[in-house]
């Protein structure tokens, strides 16, 4: 089975600084990855998504992430955050050929602070 | 886009009720899911289904039924609840780009 794990349960960082949320996967088998942004008192809406092609996706609001199969990772980046981006990120997989369940990670709550 | 509507986004109950919980899609997708979500814990499957009256159990689906009658209607069934089933609950649709869409979630809290 495949899990994911979220390495920072929370990350505070200034406005305009860099950010980089981190994600790490365990699967046997391929798998397509996703970061979901959660904004207070919403459900969870997409930020980007990796299913083939290049590794460097890049999503909305100036996201982007990276695949790694080596590292078997796919952080998160935003070269310059914004006090709107304060939410809670949730890294998610979902393996190929196998099913339509997605396994999420635990989260990572991001605090942008002025 | 597909678009996912949760009935109640706030509910209290009393320990032992039988509780529903109602989600609801506007396009033609045949996966549907409910996730329970808590601090720490991320998202956890509770039940999906594939089509109408077709059900799978996730990963935590005790103290926990579902119903699903017709394709765009998902239900929810806590059939005593219970004050350990306080928690945000998700439902989404799968869609066609292998994403899902998420509700804004009912947020319950039974005392």
């Known amino acids: 089975a495949q899990s994911v794990t979220q390495l920072d349960s929370q990350v505070p960082v200034f406005e305009e600084a860099p950010v980089e949320l981190r994600c790490n996967y365990s699967?046997?088998?391929?798998?397509?990855l996703f970061w979901y942004v959660q904004y207070p008192n919403q459900g969870l809406q997409l930020l980007l998504k990796?299913?083939?092609?290049?590794?460097l996706v890049k999503g909305i609001n100036g996201f982007e992430a990276e695949f790694n199969k080596s590292q078997t990772s796919f952080h998160l980046r935003k070269p310059s955050v914004h006090i709107s981006d304060t939410a809670e990120y949730f890294c998610?997989?979902?393996?190929?050929?196998?099913?339509?369940?997605?396994?999420f990670g635990g989260g990572t709550r991001l605090m942008v602070k002025p | 886009d597909v678009k996912v509507t949760q009935s109640s986004r706030y509910l209290v109950k009393r320990t032992g009720e039988k509780v529903f919980l109602e989600c609801v899609q506007d396009?033609?997708?045949?996966?549907m899911f409910w996730y329970r979500q808590d601090p720490g814990l991320g998202l956890r499957l509770i039940y999906f289904?594939?089509?109408?009256?077709?059900?799978e159990k996730g990963d935590i689906p005790e103290g926990y039924s579902v119903s699903r009658e017709k394709k765009e209607r998902f239900s929810l069934i806590l059939e005593s609840a219970s004050t350990n089933q306080t928690s945000m609950y998700l439902c989404?649709?799968?869609?066609?780009?292998?994403?899902?869409?998420f509700g804004s979630g009912t947020r319950l809290t039974v005392v």
């Open positions: 998610a997989v979902r393996l190929r050929n196998a099913g339509n369940m997605l396994t």
């Open positions: 990796y299913l083939s092609g290049s590794t």
């Open positions: 289904s594939y089509d109408v009256k077709m059900k």
């Open positions: 699967s046997s088998v391929s798998v397509y």
């Open positions: 396009m033609d997708h045949e996966n």
């Open positions: 989404a649709a799968k869609e066609q780009d292998y994403g899902y869409t």
